[in-house]
């Protein structure tokens, strides 16, 4: 049994207590030049939350079985339906606010596709790369209309996404630890060059919420190519906090980053 699994699969059951009264009558409807910013881009995120994660699921199951860490399986089990909690949030502002719900997109396929054809560490470092792009657009959501309904969506999501990239990246440490050193470093050279070319398809799909929420091109840049570098860190065990990043100190710490 993996003590972290186990501190994990409490923290999400925990994380599942905490309410989110959203403010949906907020009195606020979205002007047209609101709608006009974030209704395509926020139909894309709502689907790319929605995923059931199947594939990942068997492969967690699987893994949990072989490393005899059962409770691995659950907490991704947990984490799955948290994600699904973002797009139900997300889905029902967008149909108190008429935004049109959309069921597939050439980039959700994709990244969809890559998962169900890869083994768990390579889906794992796609969803990680999804959790850090999340991160950024959620704030530039958060701060691109004056609903206060969707800030505080905006503002649970990004708690949320925060301890999603520390779970997730655990597992990346797992997986690769024994690895040789050369191995290691072509992976986290593969994951940059992935990165790059995530960060030009989101910002072509989604910069006018970005550019309303105050991202220019390089302030998105700059900040996704951080949070990674922070990711690959904690992916390669280079932190001294790698042992315990399921403790609440932590956990705690990471979420007020999410508010800066």
Sequence with gaps: MNDD???WTEFF??????SCPAIWEDGHILTEAERKAVSRSISTFQLGESSSGEHFQRKA?????????EAYGEAVRLFIA????????LGEFMDRHRIPRIYTRWTDAIFRRIRKLAGLELSIRVLVGAEIVAKIYYKALRDCTNSAALRQICTRILQDEVHHIVFQ????YRLQRARLRLRQWLATLAYRL????????????????LKQGHYS???FVGEVLCETEDALLLMNGEWDIV??????????????????
């Excluded at 100190?249 to 990471?254: A, P, S, V």
């Design 5 to 7: 699994s186990t501190k």
């Design 13 to 18: 059951r925990a994380n599942r207590a905490r």
């Design 61 to 69: 199951d699987e893994f949990g079985q072989r490393s005899e860490d």
């Design 82 to 89: 948290e994600e699904n909690h973002h797009a139900y949030l």
């Design 169 to 172: 990246t655990t597992v990346v």
């Design 194 to 209: 992935f990165m790059g070319v995530t960060i030009l398809v989101v910002w072509k799909d989604h910069r006018g919420v």
């Design 217 to 219: 091109f390089t302030r």
């Design 243 to 260: 042992h315990v990043r399921a403790d609440a100190d932590l956990i705690d710490k990471l979420l007020l980053r999410a508010a800066d």
